[in-house]
Every structure is written in C-alpha cells, then in structure tokens.
C-alpha cells in the first residue's frame, strides 16, 4: 500500500511515518514539499505519486498562534484540507484526517462519545472541525481525533518539562485541564490497522486513562529520575493564554471498541516507554537537542 503523509515533519507526522515505512510504502511530504495552501501544488504532487491512502497530518496546530491569526488558521486547517480533499478525489485516494479534542468545548463531566455535539471554543476547534466535515464527504475516510500528543521527533509538552526541570527550574502545568495523552507511535500503530482493515469511520484515538496536565507533567518527571515536586500546578485560565483551555476533554474511544479493535495500552506505560527512549538519546535533555520543524 502506498501512503502520503502530510506534515510529516511536525510532531504526530514523525510517528505516522516511522510506524509506516516498516509496514507500507511511504511519502513523507514536508511543507517544502507540498505547500498545501496551494491547490495546484497540493494536485500535482498528488497526481504524480498516487498514493492509495493520504495521512492528512498538516495543520496549524497552536492554539495560542491560531487565535492570535484566525485567518492564517484557517487558510492552513480548511483551505490546506480542502485542497488535499479535492486531490484525492481525482485521483481516487481515501482520506485518513488527523483530528483534535478541541472540536469539543469542555464543560462535558464524563468522557466523550463520537456522537457527541462538537462545540469548538477557539479558532483552532472550529477550524479543525470545519476540516472535519470537508473530509466526510469522501466516500473513503477516517477522521481520528487524538490529544496532548507526546513522542519522538519534535518538542513536546513532556520534553519542555523535564528540560527545565534538568536545568533547576520549575516548570508550570495546568492542574485543571483533564484529558486523555497520547503517545504518537501507539496512536500511529493503532491508524495503520485501522486503515489496513479498510474500516473507516471517526474514531477517538489516545492511549487508555485520563490524567490532567500536572500530572502527566509529574509522572514523566518521576519516571525520568527528577524531582516532580519541580512541576507547579495552576489553573489553566491563569497561565496568561490567549485562547481558552478545555477543563475536559476525556474522549471515550467507543468507535474503536465497537469495530472490534484493541485499545492502546495505558498513558503511563506508554510514557514510561517513551522516557525510556529520551534516556538512551545523546543527551536528550539539553536544549536544542530536538528539532523544532514547522508542522506543516
């Protein structure tokens, strides 16, 4: 099977990539490769590898950045979507769109549903969202929705953690936003068998648990042989952002289950796996010791 994926230098496009190219015939496309802002760039690349299935992993994906240049956002998240929607369906492919929790507006108190109304409170949600809807209407599409993604290949939440705390200083996470952690190369191996079954739908995708930011934040600190004691909680209305965060965003993986695939394992293993992997980098928690490519 031949597969594109986009964004293949941010974050999840890392893991998405490295989970394939072991399974499946893969094209990383960077944004110097595809700038999915342009549609006739976006359908000639397209056009000339033929991929079966597109891993739609581009976007803009900083809340902060998305609410500071709304059109930026949506030009990048709708327009870059519509355009890979459009090339896809002229050359035949199936669409596999990566998603967010923040389609949702957290004022849910238990874990939700695919089936749950979307209610988006920033920019980035309803951009997302309005990528969401492009991609269901193709015939042959998976939407996945993941959160608090953490992984190799680029900064994330938990390596920004344990380098300040390496460095002696405290690190602040919220202690109010509860949510579900992804570890990317769980969630990339989980997308290949979902893809390879041909089974498409919308499916909540993240390791099994929920947890809040401080303690994913602690646990990795704990796990990494650091003081979690370093990682200070505050409410996240109080960190000085400027789009509003998510109190709740549990998301029950109920399409998964009822397709009859296994769960991803617990978010801790899956983060003690992962440290255990920084720990055997080149000193892996000096800054600049991983790339910080744009996502798109």
């Known amino acids: 099977m031949n597969v594109a994926v986009t964004g293949s230098t941010g974050l999840f496009g890392h893991g998405l990539v490295e989970v394939f190219r072991s399974r499946h015939t893969v094209f990383p496309l960077t944004r110097a490769e595809v700038n999915i802002t342009k549609a006739e760039e976006v359908r000639v690349v397209l056009a000339k590898l033929r991929p079966d299935i597109i891993v739609h992993a581009a976007a803009t994906p900083d809340l902060d950045i998305c609410e500071a240049d709304p059109g930026t956002a949506f030009l990048v998240n709708v327009e870059g979507t519509r355009h890979v929607v459009e090339a896809a369906q002229e050359i035949n492919a199936a669409v596999a769109y990566i998603s967010t929790d923040a389609i949702f507006d957290g004022r849910k108190q238990t874990p939700y549903t695919e089936s749950d ?10 951009t997302k969202l309005l990528a969401e809807q492009m991609v269901r209407d193709l015939p042959a599409h998976w939407i996945f929705r993941v959160s608090v993604l953490f992984g190799p290949g680029k900064t994330n939440f938990v390596e920004k953690c344990l380098r300040k705390i390496a460095a002696g200083e405290e690190y602040v996470a919220a202690s109010n936003q509860v949510g579900t952690a992804t570890y990317t190369l769980d969630a990339a191996r ?30 990795a600190a704990a796990l990494a042989g650091l003081d979690p004691e370093k990682v200070i909680g505050k409410p996240a209305e109080q960190m000085g952002r400027l789009a509003p965060r998510l109190n709740y965003s549990v998301m029950e993986m109920e399409a998964l289950k009822q397709a009859g695939f296994a769960l991803p394992r617990n978010w801790e293993e899956a983060l003690a796996e992962y440290i255990r992997a920084l720990d055997q980098l080149q000193n892996p928690l000096v800054p600049g010791a991983m790339p910080t490519a744009k996502s798109w």
């Open 117 to 126: 109304p979307t209610h988006p409170p920033t920019v980035y949600g309803r």
């Open 190 to 219: 989980k997308i290949a068998e979902v893809l390879e079954s041909r089974h498409y739908g919308l499916f909540h995708l993240s390791n099994a648990g929920a947890c809040s930011r401080l303690e994913l934040a602690r646990r």
